[in-house]
């Protein structure tokens, strides 16, 4: 990449609760008869109190026998924070890059993405067989240490360096990736995430833009 080319800026945000206003698991498991059991857990692991990937093999299994087309039903579910459109688009007008690392399925997520023209994503991807779920999670977990290292990767990628990375999100998978960026941003977060970012918001996501350090863009 011309050094010309580089971003000032990079964003990685999590998606459930964050980029969305729901958890896909939960919503997914509505159609499983399990969403206030997996409720529960989802609330207990992003407050850190259960290990995330363990309480996502927990959920998922919840899942075993959902037909695929379930998957394209929640995606019509799924809706965008309010002021998530408009952070995305101010983002773009300022030319820093936006990726989306989710503790949630990338069935879900690809598609999102897609549809608002972020490129890069990564989430956890759900087995299936025969056209059902197994109730398994095909491939490592995207955990904390997995949404860290997506945001050096990314990095890296775009030669920003870290001291100029923004991560945003809501729970305590976020948070490793939250103490790798530059800047970090607890968005409508659980206390033990917000008590450990730089900056915490609540109601609209674009509000993000709004934060002194990301007000003006440092030209180089």
């Known amino acids: 990449m011309p050094f010309a ?6 964003v990685v945000m999590d998606v459930d609760s964050t980029l969305i206003t729901g958890e896909v698991i939960e919503m997914l498991a509505a159609h499983a008869g399990s969403r206030e059991r997996v409720a529960a857990i989802t609330d207990r692991a992003m407050r850190g109190e259960l290990d995330f990937a363990a309480s996502l093999r927990e959920r ?8 695929l087309r379930v998957l394209s039903e929640v995606l019509d579910e799924v809706e ?10 101010g983002l773009r007008e300022r030319g820093w890059p936006l990726g989306l690392v989710s503790g949630g399925f ?7 993405a897609e549809r608002l023209g972020i490129e890069r994503r990564r989430a956890n991807r ?3 067989a025969g056209g059902y779920l197994t109730g398994r999670v095909a491939g490592a977990v995207v955990d904390r240490a997995a949404k860290a290292a997506a945001l050096r990767e990314w ?8 001291d100029r990375t923004v ?4 729970g305590a998978n976020d948070l490793e990736m939250m103490a790798t960026a530059g800047f970090s941003v607890a968005f409508n977060a659980k206390p033990v995430v917000a008590a450990q970012a730089d ?3 609540t109601g609209r996501l674009d509000a993000v833009l709004e934060l002194p350090p990301l007000l003006v863009p440092r030209l180089r």
């Open 80 to 89: 965008l924070t309010p002021g998530a459109e408009e952070l995305v688009a």
């Open 199 to 201: 900056a915490a918001v």
């Open 126 to 128: 759900l087995e299936v």
């Open 106 to 112: 990338i069935e879900v997520v690809g598609p999102l």
């Open 60 to 67: 998922v299994a919840t899942l075993a026998g959902l037909p």
């Open 155 to 162: 990095a890296t990628e775009l030669r920003v360096p870290l």
């Open 167 to 170: 991560a945003i999100g809501d």
């Open 5 to 10: 080319a580089r971003p000032d800026r990079l």
